[in-house]
C-alpha cells in the first residue's frame, strides 16, 4: 500500500463537469465493447475518483477495469496541467468544451478591465475586479474546490511545498494552454491567428500562452527560491519537484520549447507592408501606442518559440541542480519516458494508455515524427521560404537534443506493442494498449515502473525500469 500519490496534471478532460469527476458513465459504450486482442470498451473514460478507489465497477458493472482502492489510504497530491485551467466564462455562446480551450493572458484580460473599469466596477469592488478578470481569461477554480492541497503560498493552492515523511515534494503550476498545430485560414493555433480575428483581439488565442509565469523575477520563482533555502527542503532525504511541462521529454507536447512567444503582427501601412515584432506579455503603454493604432490594417500574425528562450532550461533547471533536487516529475504528452541530467533525473508517467504520441530517431530511422498530421506547418518548416526557424521545432526527439534513459529490466514497447515495421528498444513507452505506473520506495530511494497491458484484465503488471535517488 503506498504513503502518497503524485500526479502531474490534466486529471479530467472538462474539469467543470462534474460527471468526469465523480460519475461518468456513456450507455453507448455498451455498444462498442471492442474487438478481440484489443482493449475492451475502447471509448470508455472512467471517473476520475471512482477509479483511484476502486469502485468504478459500481457504476459500470460491465467495465472490465474497477480501478485501484487507493484514496482511502493515500494522500493524492496534484499540479496544475492545462485540463485544470478552463477558460473564459462566456455560457450564453458557447458550450463547456468550447469555453475550456477558449483562454485568454490574464495580462491582456487586466488592460481590458482597467479600460472598461468606470462602467464594469464603478465602486471599485475588490471581488468584481477579480471575478471579471478570471471571467475574460481562465481560472483554477474546479481545482481548487475539489482538491486539499496546502495553501500557504503566494496564490494559495496554485503552487505549494509539503514535506510527506521522507519525501520533500514541490508542486509548481507550470503548464500552457494546447493549441493546434496547423497553419491554416480557421486556426487559432501554435503559431497562426484566424483569418477573420486579425483585427479583433478579443478572439485571438495568443499562441501557447501561459497560465503562470515562473521565470526569474516572477513571484512563482522567488516563492521556489525561498523554498529550496529552507531547512525543512535541505533536510530532507528525497526532494521531488512536479510540474505538468518541463525541459525534457520525447512526446508532441514538448514542443514548441516553454520560451515566451514573440510575435510578429504584419500589417498594411498605407499600402506599403510594414511588421512589428513583440513579445509576449506587453505592458498597457505598448499596447496602446504600438497595436492600438494598427488594428483594422493587420493582414498576418504568427508566433515563434526561440529554443534557446527556454525558460525552465534557463531559469528553473539551474536552481533545480543548484539545490539538489533529486527528481522531475511532469506529464502533458501521456508517455513514459526518462532522463538525467548532472544526477537529476527527468520522469514522465503520465496517462499513458491515453497517448499523443512519442517522436524518436535512431540509427534505424525515425519511429514517427512530431505532429505528422499537422502538414501544413512541416511542409512550410521544410521549404525554402518558411516563415519559422525550423532550429527550434526539432520532428523527433527532444527538443533541447537530450539523450532519453532506455529502461533497464525489459522494454515494453518492443515485447508488448512492437512496431509493424523495424521494431526495435525505444526509450520510451507510447501505446493506447499499454499503461505505466512508477512507485518511489523511500527506504532505498528506488523508483521502480510498471507496465499493464490493458488488452488482458487479467494479466499481471511487469517492472521495466529502476534506477535509484538520493545523495
Not at 441 to 469: A, C, H, I, K, M
Request: aromatic share 14%.
Amino acid at each position: 500500500m503506498v504513503d502518497a500519490i503524485f500526479y502531474a496534471g490534466d486529471m479530467v478532460d472538462y474539469p467543470h463537469r462534474a460527471s468526469e469527476w465523480f460519475d461518468r458513465f456513456d450507455a453507448a459504450w455498451l455498444d462498442t465493447p471492442g474487438e478481440a486482442g484489443q482493449p475492451p470498451y475502447p471509448q470508455a473514460r472512467p471517473a476520475f475518483f471512482p477509479a483511484f478507489q476502486g469502485k468504478y465497477q459500481e457504476i459500470f458493472p460491465e467495465f472490465p477495469y474497477t480501478g485501484g482502492a487507493l484514496l482511502q489510504h493515500a494522500a493524492l497530491f496534484g499540479t496544475i496541467g492545462n485540463h485544470e485551467a478552463p477558460g473564459r466564462w462566456r455560457p450564453d455562446t458557447a458550450t463547456i468544451n468550447e469555453m475550456d480551450n477558449d483562454p485568454q493572458p490574464r495580462w491582456y484580460a487586466e488592460m481590458s478591465y482597467e479600460e472598461q473599469e468606470e462602467e464594469i466596477n464603478p465602486s471599485g469592488d475588490a471581488d468584481l475586479r477579480e471575478q471579471w478578470i478570471r471571467d475574460h481569461s481562465y481560472e483554477f477554480t474546479s481545482y481548487f474546490e475539489v482538491w486539499s492541497h496546502p495553501d500557504d503560498g503566494p496564490q494559495g493552492e496554485a503552487y505549494y511545498a509539503y514535506q510527506i515523511g521522507d519525501v520533500f515534494l514541490i508542486s509548481m503550476n507550470v503548464s500552457r494552454v494546447w493549441r493546434d498545430w496547423e497553419i491554416a485560414e480557421w486556426s487559432r493555433g501554435k503559431f497562426t491567428e484566424q483569418l477573420e480575428a486579425l483585427n479583433h483581439p478579443d478572439e485571438w488565442g495568443f499562441g501557447d500562452m501561459w497560465f503562470e509565469t515562473f521565470d526569474e523575477g516572477s513571484e512563482q520563482y522567488d516563492w521556489l527560491v525561498d523554498v529550496l533555502e529552507s531547512d525543512a527542503f535541505a533536510n530532507a532525504r528525497y526532494r521531488v519537484v512536479m510540474a505538468h511541462q518541463s525541459a525534457f521529454g520525447l512526446g508532441d507536447n514538448v514542443v514548441p520549447a516553454l520560451a515566451d512567444p514573440v510575435v510578429t503582427i504584419v500589417y498594411d501601412d498605407t499600402g506599403d507592408e510594414s511588421t512589428l515584432r513583440l513579445s509576449w506579455p506587453v505592458n498597457a503603454d505598448t499596447w496602446n501606442d504600438e497595436i492600438e493604432p494598427i488594428l483594422g490594417t493587420i493582414t498576418e500574425i504568427r508566433y515563434e518559440y526561440p529554443v534557446e528562450d527556454d525558460v525552465w532550461l534557463n531559469d528553473i533547471e539551474p536552481l533545480l541542480l543548484e539545490y539538489g533536487v533529486d527528481l522531475v516529475l511532469n506529464g502533458h504528452s501521456h508517455v513514459w519516458n526518462r532522463a538525467e541530467v548532472d544526477g537529476m533525473h527527468y520522469l514522465e508517467t503520465s496517462n499513458v494508455g491515453n497517448t499523443f504520441g512519442a517522436y524518436y530517431a535512431d540509427e534505424v530511422g525515425s519511429v514517427s515524427e512530431r505532429a505528422s498530421w499537422a502538414t501544413s506547418f512541416w511542409d512550410e518548416l521544410d521549404s525554402d521560404d518558411s516563415r519559422w526557424d525550423a532550429e527550434n521545432y526539432p520532428k523527433t526527439g527532444d527538443v533541447h537534443g537530450r539523450e532519453p534513459v532506455f529502461p533497464t529490466e525489459f522494454n515494453p514497447m518492443e515485447e508488448l506493442d512492437p512496431l509493424e515495421e523495424d521494431n526495435r528498444r525505444l526509450p520510451f513507452v507510447s501505446s493506447n494498449n499499454l499503461t505505466v505506473f512508477s512507485i518511489l520506495d523511500t527506504g532505498d530511494g528506488t523508483v521502480s515502473s510498471y507496465v499493464f497491458d490493458t488488452r488482458d484484465p487479467e494479466g499481471e503488471v511487469q517492472l521495466f525500469d529502476q534506477f535509484g535517488l538520493g545523495r
